[in-house]
């Protein structure tokens, strides 16, 4: 299984960014992906999750209701929709993925597929 995170940039406060990871290696039907972050200084911090299907999604309390997971299955693709955004948003942004479940998994060390991480830098 490969990922391949992209679409990290420099937005200032109130803004958006959407942010891209793409999957192969494997059909992803009964997987979990997930966006997980760690800013400078700081533990790798779980952000959200969706399973494949679509039918289910989970948010840290710090960023629902302003970030938004989502998947295009033709594009084996997973999203993560970023809005009003703060400096304290500011990190490096992976995605994980883990096969054969429905599970919401929220420890990174429950995923063994990570990308490589895009950095999402918010200005005041």
């Known amino acids: 299984v490969q990922l391949q995170a992209s679409g990290g940039g420099l937005v200032q406060a109130g803004g958006s960014l959407r942010l891209s990871c793409g999957a192969s290696?494997?059909?992803?039907?009964?997987?979990?992906m997930a966006w997980f972050r760690r800013a400078l200084g700081k533990e790798r911090e779980f952000l959200a999750a969706?399973?494949?299907?679509?039918?289910?999604?989970a948010y840290a309390d710090s960023v629902k209701g302003r970030f938004t997971i989502s998947r295009d299955s033709a594009k084996n693709t997973v999203y993560l929709e970023m809005n009003s955004l703060k400096p304290e948003d500011t990190a490096v942004y992976y995605c994980?993925?883990?096969?054969?479940?429905?599970?919401?998994?929220?420890?990174?060390?429950?995923?063994?597929?990570w990308g490589q991480g895009t950095l999402v830098t918010v200005s005041s």
């Open positions: 290696g494997r059909t992803f039907n009964g997987a979990t």
């Open positions: 969706i399973i494949w299907s679509g039918y289910s999604s």
């Open positions: 994980a993925a883990k096969t054969s479940t429905t599970v919401l998994g929220r420890s990174a060390t429950w995923y063994p597929y």
